[in-house]
């Protein structure tokens, strides 16, 4: 029971490590980065999806409006895409609507780059730059080291485009504090949360932590920022409901988590808290916080399942790779 998935999340500092050294270049030279780019359209499913939000958010208050989660189907052979990079991901590198999103965009003349922990997928072969996360086989279903991958992959793509603010020695603090997270104990929760919440680059952990429940239990689950689940959603809650909050260390913005905790204990709802200022300072770049966040949930999940008797390597109908 859970060993498939404890084996991929034990993996992580190892792999995260020969990833922040292989990806030397991301700091010393961008071939795939031009100042002149008019747009940087993301295209993923799933996971892939939802990390791909932390590029957006990393990037918004900077150069607004210049990053944009795109879907897949949306790019068309009529588009004229100069001066357009694509990031194209895929764990698998066979979801067949990312691979052909991927070879319309080079044929619209965008410059395409793809993230993938198979090199020699149909997807590599439909990129002028890749990324190879190569992390050796995924063994469970849900995805936990190629979520974590490809959401370092993208902060270090963020570095870049803000114009390379977080430093070397700060990326090499993440497989430590990783390794630190892993063995504590989250304890879990006691039973599957009906929300997750959080705000800013918080919030795509928030919509991957949702996944991960939804697919691993079959309870549906949703994230959600803070402020939009007081903007109407809150009047969903139920008293037997329980809320998991994600708060990362440097959250200073005003409203958001304070307001949420106030308004479910006004309510008398149980709420539990993934804080990254546990394993990191305030003054430890959020973007990079995020990264522990997202590793703390993975845990939350897993422990939330041993908890509750459920196996997160039990077959739930779902594969490795899904046909869309």
């Not at 599957?192 to 991957?208: C, D, K, N, Q």
Request: proline share 5%; aromatic share 4%.
């Amino acid at each position: 029971m859970t060993q498939n998935i404890v084996t991929d999340l034990n993996e992580q500092p190892a792999l995260m490590n020969d990833l922040i050294s292989a990806l030397t270049e991301f700091s010393t030279g961008t071939p795939w980065w031009d100042e002149n780019y008019k747009r940087v359209l993301v295209i993923a499913r799933g996971s892939s999806a939802r990390v791909g939000e932390l590029l957006v958010r990393s990037v918004a208050k900077s150069h607004p409006g210049l990053v944009t989660s795109f879907s897949p189907t949306d790019i068309t052979a009529d588009q004229d895409l100069r001066n357009v990079l694509v990031i194209a991901i895929s764990q698998s590198g066979s979801t067949d609507e990312v691979v052909r999103a991927a070879a319309l965009a080079q044929q619209n003349h965008a410059y395409v780059m793809a993230i993938t922990n198979d090199p020699q997928s149909q997807l590599a072969k439909h990129c002028d730059y890749l990324v190879n996360l190569n992390l050796g086989p995924e063994r469970a279903v849900p995805a936990t080291k190629t979520v974590t991958a490809t959401a370092l992959v993208l902060l270090m793509i963020a570095n870049v485009i803000n114009g390379q603010k977080i430093g070397s020695k700060q990326w090499l603090l993440l497989p430590d504090l990783i390794q630190k997270v892993l063995k504590s104990k989250s304890n879990g929760l006691a039973q599957i949360p009906a929300f997750v919440l959080s705000r800013g680059v918080g919030t795509p952990i928030a919509m991957e932590a949702a996944l991960k429940f939804t697919e691993i239990t079959k309870v549906p689950v949703v994230a959600l920022s803070a402020n939009d689940f007081l903007h109407g959603t809150t009047a969903a809650l139920q008293p037997s409901d329980e809320v998991l909050l994600i708060s990362l260390a440097d959250d200073d913005l005003p409203g958001g988590l304070d307001l949420v905790k106030k308004h479910l204990e006004a309510k008398a709802i149980n709420w539990h808290v993934i804080d990254s200022s546990m394993f990191c300072n305030s003054d430890f770049p959020s973007s990079l916080q995020a990264i522990i966040s997202l590793v703390q949930v993975q845990v939350c999940v897993l422990e939330t399942c041993i908890n509750l008797g459920i196996d997160p390597d039990q077959d739930v109908g779902l594969t490795k790779i899904t046909k869309t």
